[in-house]
């Protein structure tokens, strides 16, 4: 059953002596730890393996960001693609597209 969870009980859940989850559906579920962070988390199968995506913290990804991007990753999962190789990909190809703006600049002074 998805989207089992409201912005006031996210708000409103509080830490415990151990971390514990509130989920929400569909492999998604907030982390409680004891500190009282709370991180947004989507559990998945991808090639017969268990994996956990991450999507952030609560409330800079609120409950709202957190089904969106619980929806595109499910999305490429179907695509046959794995998000967090996806995010992996992401993230080295804003580097190097970084990289290659200092080497022009440095190459310009």
Do not use: C
């Not at 999507?55 to 800079?60: H, L, N, R, S």
């Not at 969106?68 to 999962?77: G, N, P, S």
């Amino acid at each position: 059953m998805p989207n089992k969870l409201t912005e006031l009980l996210v708000k409103k859940s509080k830490p415990k002596e151990k971390q514990y989850k509130l989920t929400d559906g569909e492999g998604m579920y907030l982390r409680i730890y004891p500190n009282g962070s709370k991180y947004w988390q989507l559990k998945y199968r991808f090639n017969r393996k268990q994996k956990t995506l991450s999507f952030g913290v609560w409330p800079e990804v609120s409950l709202l960001q957190a089904r969106e991007k619980r929806y595109e990753a499910r999305k490429i999962i179907k695509q046959g693609i794995d998000p967090i190789k996806e995010k992996k990909q992401i993230i080295i190809d804003k580097f190097s597209l970084l990289n290659i703006r200092i080497h022009k600049f440095l190459e310009n002074i």
